[in-house]
């Protein structure tokens, strides 16, 4: 089983090293580091646009200190993950749960649950945004597992994280 140990938003730019202020602008970046998958921050000033190897980027704004919630990068971000994660079987229960947090969302529409030859449920879903249907294999992780994944995605493909 792969684990992505990506680290959190650092709340400062990856070229300059200087701390954003809460409300401002940055860039996010995902890009391949081996079998790894790296997160960079960029300031406004500091960002040229994304490398040629990013598998993902997005723009948002610096969350306050005494911020409590959660902000998800963009769906278009959240479905190219969610197709990333097809060709890997390992991280096919972390591609389940990103697919039902889509479908909370209402990125994807659940349009019907069907069986392989071989027993296993497929859930079909539908995005309008893409026009694309996805299947995705209904792989319940484990409670411990569960959190890991939650972890994960939130450390990847969250544009600011809770403050402690």
């Known amino acids: 089983m792969t684990e992505y140990e990506v680290q ?46 990013a598998i993902a980027w997005w723009k948002s704004q610096a969350p306050g200190k005494h911020t409590h919630w959660m902000v998800w990068a963009p769906n278009d971000v959240l479905l190219d993950y969610l197709e990333q994660l097809e060709a890997q079987s390992s991280e096919w229960d972390k591609r389940y749960i990103l697919a039902l947090l889509l479908l909370r969302r209402r990125v994807l529409r659940l349009e019907e649950s069907v069986w392989s030859e071989d027993g296993q449920e497929i859930m079909l879903f539908y995005c309008p945004r893409r026009q694309t249907h996805y299947r995705v294999l209904v792989v319940p992780p484990g409670a411990e597992r ?16 809770p403050s402690a």
């Not at 730019?13 to 940055?26: I, L, V």
């Not at 995902?30 to 997160?39: E, M, S, T, Y």
């Not at 500091?46 to 490398?51: E, L, S, T, V």
């Open 8 to 53: 959190r938003f650092t709340r400062r730019c990856a070229a300059t090293g200087r701390e954003f202020q809460p409300g401002e602008t940055f860039y996010s970046v995902l890009v391949p580091d081996g079998v790894q998958i790296r997160r960079m921050d960029y300031s406004a000033e500091a960002w040229a646009g994304p490398p040629s190897e």
């Open 146 to 161: 569960t959190t890991v994944i939650q972890q994960e995605l939130m450390e990847l493909l969250g544009a600011g994280s």
